[in-house]
């Protein structure tokens, strides 16, 4: 399999320009799910090396959770590209759910 031509060259800074951003993929049944990128987080764990963040994003209130598992995202302005994202109560109602999606990126040789 190809990689994405993007799958190797995320920055923090190309999501937080998507903050308030549709991103859509496909769930195992074939229906289109919709998230918007809620933040973008800096991961507490720091090394001079990598730039390590974290992409918060939430559904539609109503939409039922998806598994945690890897999707074919895509967004309008990166457009298409593979994400894992796994779910979490979203910090303001346990009742509530958010996804993340971890990135720690080599930045430096």
């Given at each position: 399999m190809e990689p994405h031509?993007?799958?190797l060259n995320f920055?923090?800074?190309?999501?937080?320009?998507?903050?308030?951003?549709?991103?859509?993929?496909?769930?195992?049944?074939?229906?289109?799910?919709?998230?918007?990128?809620?933040?973008?987080?800096?991961?507490q764990y720091t090394h001079p090396k990598?730039?390590?963040?974290?992409?918060?994003l939430t559904?539609?209130?109503?939409?039922?959770?998806v598994e945690d598992n890897s999707y074919e995202f895509e967004n309008e302005t990166l457009g298409k590209f593979p994400l894992f994202i796994s779910g979490l109560p979203a910090f303001d109602s346990p009742e509530n759910?958010?996804?993340?999606?971890?990135f720690n990126c080599r930045i430096a040789k």
């Amino acid at each position: 399999m190809e990689p994405h031509k993007n799958q190797l060259n995320f920055r923090k800074q190309q999501f937080v320009e998507t903050v308030g951003q549709d991103y859509t993929f496909q769930n195992q049944e074939g229906k289109t799910i919709t998230l918007k990128l809620a933040s973008v987080e800096d991961s507490q764990y720091t090394h001079p090396k990598y730039e390590r963040f974290t992409l918060f994003l939430t559904p539609p209130e109503g939409e039922p959770a998806v598994e945690d598992n890897s999707y074919e995202f895509e967004n309008e302005t990166l457009g298409k590209f593979p994400l894992f994202i796994s779910g979490l109560p979203a910090f303001d109602s346990p009742e509530n759910y958010e996804y993340e999606a971890v990135f720690n990126c080599r930045i430096a040789k």
